[in-house]
């Protein structure tokens, strides 16, 4: 009962916000045009959740559907736009995950690929278990591995690449090292040393002008979540404000979900 008057509340809450949206915004832009507006990162939110309702393609609402029915994924209909908007601007060849829960996120990039017409080599590292953090629990009678195939079965989708392990494992950081990602994606521990290692290894492996976009990290910034958002968790929102912004622009915040491309 709680959970349906939560998803009600949210629904609501949802349709206000889209109602307060200004008129000149009330259009599918892409993400030049979009970064040329200078919003507010919760102008930037709004947009991104109105864009979801009203231009996102129907088979991309129905994948995100499927993974917040049943608890089946975390997230926030805002994040699908978001991950639409990158990759139809970036057209990534490679991409990295950070921390798989069920698979929303590495089906919906191989959607967004097959969608925009471009191959996509998809990596993960996760241990594909219930570990969590100390902000973060996970349900334990799920076997995770067996899941993610489930889903990806469900869209008919190839695997992507698995190092089936905990970031921070010298395995996963030759795993991630092997790679040139044009997006990296960490959103695996949120406590702050975990967070801040994903950070560097990717950093580091990132290609030419590549993208790391880091979940859970806009504590401390003007991002006023409405009622269906939250704005994230202490670590990764430090190792976010600790960025070298001689290396890094943020190029794109949805929420609590951040994009930084490296300079060169
Ligand atoms: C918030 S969920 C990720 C959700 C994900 N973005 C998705 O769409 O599937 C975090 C996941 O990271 C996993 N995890 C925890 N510690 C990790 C670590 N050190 N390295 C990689 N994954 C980790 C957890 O077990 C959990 O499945």
């Known amino acids: 009962m709680l959970g349906v008057q939560t998803r009600i509340r949210k629904l609501i809450a949802k349709r206000r916000n889209a109602s307060n949206l200004p008129a000149h ?7 030049d045009e ?23 393609p129907d088979e991309l609402q129905a994948h995100r559907k499927y993974f917040s029915a049943a608890g089946r994924g975390f997230g926030e209909d805002a994040f ?3 991950w639409f908007l990158l990759f139809e601007h970036f057209r990534p ?11 929303q996120t590495i ?19 996760s241990p594909f278990s219930s570990i969590g953090d100390s902000v973060s629990g996970y349900r334990t009678e799920i076997n995770y591995h067996e899941d993610v195939i489930t889903n990806h079965n469900r869209f008919n989708l190839p695997l992507p690449r698995i190092c089936r ?3 921070t494992s010298a395995e996963a950081s030759t795993f991630i090292s092997a790679g040139k990602w044009q997006i990296a994606y960490i959103d695996g521990n949120h406590d702050y040393e975990v967070a801040l290692q994903d950070w560097e290894t990717c950093a580091a492996a990132l290609a030419s002008k590549g993208i790391i976009i880091l979940d859970d990290s806009s504590l401390q910034t003007d991002f006023r979540p409405p009622a269906f958002s939250t704005a994230g968790h202490p670590g990764p929102s430090r190792v976010a404000a600790e960025i070298d912004s001689a290396l890094f622009s943020e190029i794109l915040a949805v929420g609590h979900n951040r994009a930084f491309q490296k300079k060169s």
């Open 25 to 31: 915004l009330k259009r599918m832009m892409k993400l």
């Open 93 to 103: 060849g490679t991409a990295l995950e950070i921390g798989v829960y069920r698979g």
């Open 107 to 125: 089906t919906l990039w191989k959607l967004l690929a097959e969608h925009f017409g471009f191959e996509c080599d998809i990596a993960c590292v």
């Open 34 to 56: 979009l970064q040329h507006q200078q919003l507010s990162r919760t102008e930037l939110y709004l947009y991104c959740a109105y864009y979801f309702d009203h231009y996102l």
């Open 165 to 167: 392990s905990l970031s």
């Open 80 to 82: 699908h736009a978001m």
